[in-house]
Nanobody, 116 residues
Framework: QVQLVESGGGLVQAGGSLRLSCAAS????????MGWYRQAPGKQRELVAT???????NSADSVKGRFTISRHNTKNIVYLQMNSLKPEDTAVYYC??????????WGQGTQVTVSS
C-alpha cells in the first residue's frame, strides 16, 4: 500500500504564493517519479509538474517561470512552490506517485483558491 499525504493548499490573493507538500509512505521502493496534477471545476485533470528520481522535471507551459517542483528523495516528499499565482490557477491539486512498472497512486487532493 502507498499513502500520499498532501498539505499546503488554501486561499491566497492573486500575485501571492503557496507551497504544496506531498509525503509518500508505505511500499514505495522503485519510485519512478512524483508530481502534481490539478483539476479545475468543469475541466479535465491536467499536468502541473513532475520530477523523476534522477531530478528530471517536466512542467506545463502555463506554470513555467512561476511554479517550481522539488523533491527530498530520502524522505520521499515532493514540493510545489507556487509564485505569482493567478485566479486561473484555482483548482484541486493532486499529488501523484508513479512506479517504474507504470502503476500510479493519487493523493486525496488539496484545494488552492486564488482570488482576484
Amino acid at each position: 500500500q502507498v499513502q500520499l499525504v498532501e498539505s499546503g493548499g488554501g486561499l491566497v490573493q492573486a500575485g501571492g504564493s503557496l507551497r504544496l507538500s506531498c509525503a509518500a509512505s508505505g511500499s514505495i521502493a522503485s519510485i519512478n517519479a512524483m508530481g502534481w496534477y490539478r483539476q479545475a471545476p468543469g475541466k479535465q485533470r491536467e499536468l502541473v509538474a513532475t520530477i523523476s528520481t534522477d531530478g528530471t522535471t517536466n512542467s506545463a507551459d502555463s506554470v513555467k517561470g512561476r511554479f517550481t517542483i522539488s523533491r527530498h528523495n530520502t524522505k520521499n516528499i515532493v514540493y510545489l512552490q507556487m509564485n505569482s499565482l493567478k485566479p486561473e490557477d484555482t483548482a484541486v491539486y493532486y499529488c501523484i506517485l508513479s512506479f517504474r512498472s507504470g502503476t500510479a497512486y493519487w493523493g486525496q487532493g488539496t484545494q488552492v483558491t486564488v482570488s482576484s
